[in-house]
């Protein structure tokens, strides 16, 4: 039902910055979505668990995993239903692959009422390798 696409991955040396966004569609030309009530990153490192970078609700809170605080910002343009990722100060511990993360999405049809889907819906993930 919905299609995420992630941008801005690649390569950096420790303390430069990248710039990560997510755009996020409906997988049919009839299913347009209406909005989304979560959307963030997470990442995975190899031989690591899939974990929360970060995530923006529509209710305005944004939470961050520790390890990012005061390096990353999440932002949201709900009216493109995107979201980016700002990258400062990176650190070769943030090298892994970063996935978007969509969850509650409203989706609309002609002639149809909206349905909220909770599922996760999640892009293919965009690599970043941060070198000393």
């Known amino acids: 039902q919905v299609q995420l696409v992630e941008s801005g991955g690649g390569s950096a040396q420790t303390g430069a910055s990248l710039r990560l966004i997510c755009a996020a569609s409906?997988?049919?030309?009839?299913?347009?979505?209406?909005?989304?009530?979560?959307m963030g990153w997470y990442r995975q490192a190899p031989g690591s668990p899939r974990e929360l970078v970060a995530i923006s609700s529509t209710s305005g809170s944004a939470d961050y995993a520790n390890s990012v605080k005061g390096r990353f910002t999440i932002s949201r343009d709900g009216a493109a239903n995107t979201v980016a990722l700002q990258m400062n100060s990176l650190k070769p511990e943030d090298t892994a692959v970063y996935y978007c993360n969509a969850n509650q999405v409203t989706i609309t049809r002609p002639m149809g009422v909206p349905v909220m889907y909770p599922d996760d819906f999640w892009g293919p993930g965009t690599q970043v390798t941060v070198s000393l």
């Open positions: 409906g997988n049919s030309r009839s299913a347009t979505i209406r909005s989304i009530k979560n």
